[in-house]
């Protein structure tokens, strides 16, 4: 079955490695075989891995559109356990992570790391509502 892919006015994506830009009009795509296939949206560079979550989806991304796991092996198991080390409440969404690409699921990888991501910033933003809440330094108590 082929997949199906709509493509807003200017949006990209990639398919292999190449990078396919859309006109100027709204556009559907059948595409058949087996190729590495990533939105516009869903590619991260190295300048916007900005984060630690980011940056095991990087690593994940890679693998995927590399079509190699063992280049990055190294890389992002060291990633993923510095980022579990701080956040152990991660380890279940690590742990799927690393089991897509033990069983060599790149794609299902590359979701549950978005997962991660989503998971970290959700982080942030219930230590920046904690942090609003704590005394501030310059107050007497």
Known sequence: MALKVELRPGEKLLV???IITNSDQRSRLFIDGKAPILREKDILTPDTADSP???VYLAVQLMYIEE???TLREEYFGLINDFVTAAPSTVSIADRINNE???GNLYK???TAKELIQYEQDLFE???LRRGS???DSQDS
């Open 16 to 18: 292999g490695q190449c």
């Open 53 to 55: 979550a980011k940056r």
């Open 68 to 70: 190699d796991i063992d």
């Open 101 to 103: 690409i033990l069983t």
């Open 109 to 111: 990888a590359l979701k």
């Open 126 to 128: 219930h230590a920046a």
């Open 134 to 136: 704590l005394p501030d």
